[in-house]
């Protein structure tokens, strides 16, 4: 089985039932909280002390950027906070761009010229690896196995007329790499919804093998099931002729 089958099995659980949609949403919001997470700027001075006249500065200017972090201008700082939240929880990694200063065909969303763009882990090609370049699944590394570059589709595979999609070389210090990993030199494992409790699996790795290790979903259907009342068994609706007979005898039927 693919990583991008496995993925896509887990964006299928997250779509379509409830409970693990559900579960998913409350982690993320306990992650995440209803206004995000925040910076508190404490700029200090030569002595020590917060400069509140800069923190005056600051604030404003942060606060009119996380209207508009992002280069879509369709999410705020807090929502963008829990698309990635989900994105990492549900298929296991993302990815996020920095676009500092003057950009080509970039508009930044506020004064301060820093914008974010959100990457979903289909835009990095699990497919490309290539020895000479020590390109493991999209992620090119130096002979220490440090990041050097992302390689980066333009456009997303999934779109419509969409064939074989360019990549670009994007260097490492400007992608942050969001991902969940259990040993060392791992790059990333998907579906951290598998923590718990329902399904579990490793995708980008240093071997091209991929290992699915499914866990059982019954102890949310058991807990459910433990907390709902149980019903007495329904009343017979058939009785013996004699207890019938009987009956009619007492209601002055006979």
Same mark, same amino acid.
């Given at each position: 089985m693919?990583?991008?089958t496995l993925?896509?099995?887990?964006?299928? #659980?997250?779509?379509?039932?409830d409970i693990i949609s559900g579960g998913l949403s409350t982690v993320i919001q306990h992650i995440i909280g209803p206004t995000g997470i925040n910076v508190v700027p404490q700029p200090r001075g030569s002595g020590g002390n917060?400069?509140?006249? %800069?923190?005056?500065?600051? %604030?404003?200017?942060?606060a009119e950027w996380s209207k508009r972090p992002e280069v879509t201008w369709l999410h705020d700082w807090p929502?963008?906070?829990?698309?990635?939240?989900?994105?990492?929880?549900?298929?296991?990694?993302?990815?996020?761009?920095?676009?500092?200063?003057?950009?080509?065909?970039l508009e930044h969303g506020s004064a301060v010229p820093y914008s974010l763009e959100l990457l979903e882990p289909d835009l990095v090609p699990l497919e490309l690896n290539e020895s000479t370049r020590r390109i493991l699944q999209g992620i090119e590394r130096n002979a220490w196995g440090r990041p050097v570059a992302y390689h980066v589709f333009k456009q997303h595979p999934g779109d419509a007329g969409v064939y074989i999609p360019e990549t670009k070389r994007v260097p490492a210090d400007q992608?942050?790499?969001l991902r969940?990993?259990? @040993?060392?030199?791992? &790059?990333? #494992?998907?579906?951290?919804?598998?923590?718990?409790?329902?399904?579990?699996?490793? @995708?980008?790795? @240093?071997?091209?093998?991929?290992?699915?290790?499914?866990?059982?979903?019954?102890?949310?259907?058991?807990?459910?099931? &433990?907390?709902?009342?149980?019903?007495?068994?329904?009343?017979r609706t058939r009785q013996p002729p004699e207890r019938m007979a009987r009956g009619l005898q007492d209601s002055g039927k006979t």
């Open positions: 693919t990583g991008a993925r896509n099995h887990a964006r299928n #659980l997250d779509r379509n039932h917060v400069d509140e006249a %800069v923190v005056d500065q600051i %604030v404003p200017l942060y929502s963008a906070q829990r698309l990635l939240a989900r994105t990492w929880l549900r298929d296991g990694e993302c990815f996020v761009s920095e676009l500092r200063g003057s950009v080509p065909f992608i942050r790499h969940s990993i259990d @040993r060392i030199g791992q &790059a990333s #494992l998907p579906f951290e919804i598998g923590r718990y409790g329902i399904l579990r699996a490793g @995708r980008r790795s @240093r071997g091209k093998r991929v290992r699915l290790r499914k866990r059982s979903s019954t102890s949310f259907r058991d807990s459910s099931r &433990a907390a709902r009342p149980r019903l007495p068994p329904p009343h």
